[in-house]
Structure formats: C-alpha cells, structure tokens
T-cell receptor, first 114, second 115 residues
C-alpha cells in the first residue's frame, strides 16, 4: 500500500530533550515536506525537500532541523524542544515539487513538550 | 506572496442539502488549487485539484469545485451532504509562477452535517 509512515503517533517529552520524528514514504516520491497544525492557524510548512540532499526552509523553520540522506526518509529533528513546539505534525510527500501533483500525508504525530 | 483564505471557521448543513465550503486565494501568477479533507485523528486526504483546463473540477466522494479567476475563488461543493462528510476541510494554493515550491494552506473549515 502506498503510504507515508510517521513515528511515533504520540510523544510527550520534556523541554530540552532532543527528539526525532521519523517519516518514510514508499512511493519513490522526490518531494517531501513537514507541516505543523495548530488550532486557528491551519497547516504551516516547516521544511521541505526537493530531492536527496536538497532541503529548504518553509514558513516556520525555527527550532527544527531536517535531513534527506535517502529518498524515502525525511526525519524531523528537534534539538532542544520547547513548549511552543507542542503541536500536531504532518509529513507529506509528492511525486515532484512542481505542485501539479497532490500530496500524500502521513497520519500525524501529536507532540507535547512539557 | 501567495495566500489563501477560508472565511468560515464552521459550516453547518442538514443531511441531503447542498453544501458549499468557501475558499479565496491570492497569487501573482496562475494558481494551482487543492482541497484536502481531514477526518478526526487522521492525516489529510486529497480531494481534488485545479491545475488548468475546465473551471469545474470533480473529485473524490462526489465533491466538486469551481475555479473562478475573476473572483479568485475555488469553492468546494457537493449536491447532497452526507453525515459522513463531517470533517475539517482545507483549501491550498501554490503560485505556478513563483520560484519556491511551497503549498500554502488555509486555516480550515469545519463541516458539520446534521442528520
């Protein structure tokens, strides 16, 4: 089944403790992206990747890092999480970044930073 | 800069009645427009898109949307609402002429279909 898989689905952590949210897709998509969803703010893009070793900042990149060493994986790294990063996170992928194709989204990771 | 607005936080409609979820956009070039739906505790699912061609676009689950360039709108419609259509709906836009490949989402509209 074609899908985007995120792990974990739920995570509670403490301020300052480094964490990684994994994202993997099995569709050989070139484009991958991370979004956060907050009430009243919709989805905001954190980082995106056009292909392996090609990443760029989205609208809200502060406090996050990403890497794209393999085509299928696009982990989101929070080096020192803070409470304002409590949010629902989605990974998405697309055949290309041209925007012509729709995105496939993962099921989400609900992160709570205390 | 590209932007998208969903003017209604919530839309309530009776089962069997037609539904409309509104979306307006702003881009400097030509728009690529999308609708996504999010069910509780799920990721977003693609419904339909407008890239070019016919202004009326048909998508999944009986939904359709009409691209109106003069009004810069892309409203989502369905002739007869089902209770199972109750969900959060997002409109998204990308400026085809922009240098970046960002897809900008609206804040979402919660649709409640009342039995």
């Amino acid at each position: 089944e074609a899908q985007v898989t995120q792990n974990p689905r739920y995570l509670i952590t403490v301020t300052g403790k480094k964490l990684t949210v994994t994202c993997s897709q099995n569709m050989n998509h070139e484009y991958m992206s991370w979004y956060r969803q907050d009430p009243g703010l919709g989805l905001r893009q954190i980082y995106y990747s056009m292909n392996v070793e090609v990443t760029d900042k989205g609208d809200v990149p502060e406090g996050y890092k990403v890497s794209r060493k393999e085509k299928r994986n696009f982990p989101l790294i929070l080096e020192s999480p803070s409470p304002n990063q409590t949010s629902l996170y989605f990974c998405a992928s697309s055949f290309s970044g041209t925007g012509v194709y729709g995105y496939t989204f993962g099921s989400g990771t609900r992160l709570t930073v205390v | 800069a590209q932007s998208v607005a969903q003017p209604e936080d919530q839309v309530n409609v009776a089962e069997g009645n037609p539904l409309t979820v509104k979306c307006t956009y702003s881009v400097s070039g030509n728009p690529y427009l999308f609708w996504y739906v999010q069910y509780p505790n799920r990721g977003l699912q693609f419904l339909l898109k407008y890239i070019t061609g016919d202004n009326l676009v048909k998508g999944s689950y009986g939904f359709e949307a009409e691209f109106n360039k003069s009004q810069t709108s892309f409203h989502l419609k369905k002739p007869s609402a089902l209770v199972s259509d109750s969900a959060l709906y997002f409109c998204a836009v990308r400026d085809s002429g922009a240098g970046s490949y960002q897809l900008t989402f609206g804040k979402g509209t919660k649709l409640s279909v009342i039995p």
